[in-house]
């Protein structure tokens, strides 16, 4: 048996980050009580529908120490009376000399309210992202003396610092990560490299294939636009710049359309350089939009690209969701060389890979999807068949929940 965990999220719910939702709710459903502490408040206006059917209350922390003052205040006086706010408070200052930023005041501050009002029962604490929820879960597991452990994703693994990194896999628990090459480079980074596969373990997030299912294959009957489906936030990793470029490079007589679905800081700006390279015609974009809109659009699309490359500042993509749900659909995907997506696609197999930040090499691959229907159809079918027999969510979930001392139904006879 175990007691209750907190999780301690960047902020939820999130429209981007239904990875961790499916994970929340999968470990719900094999007997883990879950209570969800947020660092920050939502912002998207909807939400998928995995978050109505998760049961865990959610508490928010102050998301800048200067809004809540009386409630921090409050949470600093209590914490100083907890058995290790000293251990904590000597940490946070260790970090703090090495990172002197308004960030890591407000790390502690918000450590300081999570421990004071953190439940009584609860008896682990859980991070998602090696960042800035790991950081407000390392200073309030120190004062209330209690174990934990967390998850690394991406970008919180490729731009923290490794003093960081290395500290915080000496005092949690376990951690997991979703790519082989971010769990390669944790355990560059843990303290002891005899035990560095059992302190960092490699655990891909997999889809809900119950949420995915296999539709049945329309008929291609060659009429109409090939229609191209790209999804993520417009933000640099995601290399939407470099797609509109190779677009702009397929022959003028090819006849497609694109279709974007998400948000992010850089919409407006792409959508002005589609204005410059003449395809804003050619374009619709969406917005941000929940899962299942973005299923009916897989299902709709014959063609699924993502263009992904590494950041100016290291920040890059891990293993993207939506291409396993892209091919769970049985869409012919095609996406770039980086991070951990040749762990998912094999290259002329099931999907199509070309190097990050080459438009040219983009828009040839694209070019071959689009004018070749026999080949989207065979690279879809494997896919789709990599994805159920590899990354089937409901697999890791059972091997993620014995870490949380769960004993998963056994699954054997199941598909």
């Known amino acids: 048996m175990t007691g209750p965990v907190a999780f301690v999220l960047k902020g939820y719910p999130r429209l981007s980050e239904t990875f961790i939702a499916q994970e929340i709710l999968g470990l719900e459903q094999r007997g883990l009580d879950i209570r969800l502490i947020s660092l920050r408040h939502p912002t998207d206006s909807a939400t998928h529908p995995v978050h109505a059917e998760i049961r865990a209350p959610v508490s928010y922390l102050p998301e800048y120490l200067h809004s809540e003052p009386l409630r921090v205040l409050r949470g600093w006086r209590k914490a100083r009376r907890l058995p290790g706010y000293r251990d904590a408070w000597a940490a946070w200052m260790a970090d703090f000399k090495r990172d002197r930023t308004r960030n890591r005041l407000r790390r502690f501050g918000q450590a300081c309210v999570l421990a004071a009002e953190l439940p009584q029962d609860v ?158 015609d050619r374009i619709e974009w969406r917005g941000p939009q929940p899962q299942t809109t973005v299923l009916e659009a897989l299902r709709q699309a014959d063609i699924f690209v993502l263009a992904s490359k590494i950041a100016k500042d290291g ?35 099931t999907g199509l890979l070309v190097p990050p930040g080459d438009p040219v090499a983009l828009s040839e691959a694209l070019e071959r999807l689009i004018r070749d229907g026999s080949l989207r159809q065979s690279l879809g079918q494997a896919g789709a068949e990599r994805v159920r027999n590899s990354f089937n969510a409901a697999h890791e979930l059972d091997v993620l929940a014995r870490r949380f001392g769960l004993e998963p139904e056994d699954r054997s006879d199941g598909p």
Not at 139 to 156: E, F, I, N, T, V
Request: net charge neutral.
């Open 315 to 349: 920040d890059r993509d891990g293993l993207p969701n939506v291409l396993m749900e892209a091919q769970s659909q049985g869409l012919a995907v095609v996406a770039t060389e980086v991070s951990a997506i040749p762990e998912l696609i094999q290259s002329e197999k």
């Open 123 to 280: 008896v682990r604490l859980h991070f998602h992202f090696l960042h800035t929820p790991a950081s407000v879960t390392r200073y309030a597991a120190m004062m209330r003396h209690l174990p934990w452990s967390g998850s690394a994703h991406a970008k919180d693994i490729w731009t923290s610092p490794d003093w960081e990194i290395r500290e915080k896999l000496a005092q949690c628990d376990w951690l997991v990560t979703c790519t082989a090459s971010g769990a390669a480079h944790l355990r560059k980074l843990a303290p002891d490299p005899k035990t560095a596969d059992q302190r960092v373990a490699l655990q891909y997030h997999g889809i809900d294939l119950d949420r995915f299912p296999l539709p049945n294959p329309m008929p291609d009957d060659g009429a109409g636009p090939i229609t191209i489906l790209s999804v993520g936030r417009a933000v640099p990793k995601k290399g939407f710049g470099d797609l509109l470029v190779a677009l702009s490079h397929l022959p003028k007589e090819l006849d497609w359309r694109l279709i974007h679905i998400g948000g992010g800081k850089l919409l407006s700006s792409l959508k002005q350089q589609a204005v410059d390279l003449n395809l804003y």
